[in-house]
């Protein structure tokens, strides 16, 4: 009764010595693998391995056995009388029979593990392929806002040339030809029958012309300059630009009454000569339209974060910008005219001055991919923002 319980058990079952030869099998073994138990009796137990589960069991299973005395839940393959392939799932363990050593295995029949383990490694190949995917995805979106953001700032850059185009087309056909039409006009008068001091007078209608047209050129020529060169980017500390700043206008005006409170401005990104010019330019401008003895100045620096895009809409990428702004208790203007200080030649005062320094910094500020702003009050105060990135976006 016993051995036929053994016999029909729901596992298949086979035992060999340690010299390999088989010593017992049951009856499910010998139903799986098609052979009778008379022909595996004695036979090397590798007749029923296949030739992967022979090298796995010279090479792990039989040193796992001597070690530890057993093995549990290892997954081989058998070899059936008509050399199909039957997976299992086996356990096995050493005994002591009759003075020999005996390996007893009993094993179960998992036909579907390969199918398992296939739809596993499926699985896992077409997760490595979506990440990989994925990744390249990433990769591409990150390039394609670099690219984004790039795009940007030229059409921030052809905008902006495009503007100084138009006014350039101003300056060709208005301030330097209104000029030459005075020394065209007094030069033929010089040669027309007149009194001699109404020659006099001429001639220095002419040198004063003469002397406009020049400083128109001077001015067109830092204009061209700004306009067409790269700027060198590099690390620049403001606040050593500003005292060289303060240096140069003491230096060519040492009664400029000039007072500056500031505090630390920070180290940025930029072309250091466009730089210094900006700031130049800026307090010059608030010491020559002073209200009173002195031009009293107050320059505050902040980083804030701010969008990079300007000119595409429904876009953001915020990064670090430093709000500089240089505030003045000067004669101030008409803020209806806020937008067109920075027009080339622009004057909203009569006097010294050629109109160019403003729209030198709009220049500058715009080759940093920055912007500037201007407000103040009539008689009250001026002051202008500029926003410059900290970093230099390199593509």
């Not at 059936?80 to 009993?106: F, G, M």
């Not at 006009?185 to 010089?190: K, N, P």
């Amino acid at each position: 009764m016993i051995e036929q319980l053994f016999d029909n058990a729901p596992c298949g079952y086979f035992s060999f010595f340690d010299d390999r030869s088989i010593f017992l099998t049951n009856e499910t073994f010998c139903s799986l693998t098609g052979y009778t138990k008379e022909e595996l009796a004695g036979k090397d137990v590798e007749t029923v391995f296949t030739i992967a589960t022979r090298i796995f069991f010279q090479t792990r299973i039989f040193f796992m056995l001597k070690m530890h005395g057993q093995a549990e839940e290892i997954f081989i393959t058998l070899l059936a009388k008509d050399k199909q392939h039957l997976p299992v799932l086996l356990n096995a363990k050493r005994l002591a029979w009759q003075e020999r050593q005996l390996t007893s295995c009993a094993f179960i029949v998992v036909p579907n593990r390969k199918k398992f383990e296939d739809e596993l490694v499926a699985a896992r190949k077409a997760a490595e392929t979506a990440l990989r995917e994925n990744s390249e995805l990433v990769k591409a979106r990150t390039e394609l806002e670099q690219y984004a953001a790039e795009l940007d700032k030229q059409m921030q850059l052809v905008n902006n040339q495009n503007l100084e185009l138009k006014q350039f087309s101003h300056v060709v056909t208005h301030n330097l030809k209104e000029p030459l039409r005075k020394i065209i006009l007094y030069a033929d008068r010089l040669h027309s029958e007149q009194p001699v001091h109404a020659g006099e007078k001429d001639i220095a209608r002419i040198h004063k012309a003469a002397f406009q047209l020049k400083n128109v050129v001077d001015a067109l020529q830092q204009y061209v300059w700004l306009t067409e060169s790269a700027p060198a980017f590099s690390a620049v500390n403001l606040s050593d630009t500003l005292q060289a700043v303060l240096e140069q206008l003491r230096g060519e005006r040492p009664e400029l009454p000039l007072e500056i409170q500031s505090n630390h401005l920070p180290e940025i990104e930029g072309e250091a000569g466009q730089l210094q010019l900006l700031l130049y330019h800026l307090l010059h401008n608030a010491a020559k339209f002073k209200k009173g003895d002195i031009a009293r100045v107050k320059i505050t620096g902040t980083v804030v974060k701010r969008n990079t895009y300007r000119e595409m809409e429904n876009k953001y990428r915020y990064e670090d910008f430093l709000r500089l702004e240089i505030r003045d208790e000067g004669i101030g203007f008409d803020p209806a005219h806020k937008h067109s200080l920075f027009r080339l030649f622009q004057k909203l005062q009569y006097g010294e001055g050629r109109g160019i320094g403003l729209a030198l910094c709009r220049i500058i500020v715009n080759n940093h991919h920055g912007s500037i702003e201007a407000d103040g009050e009539l008689n009250k105060f001026a002051v202008f923002t500029v926003w410059l990135p900290m970093k230099q976006a390199h593509v």
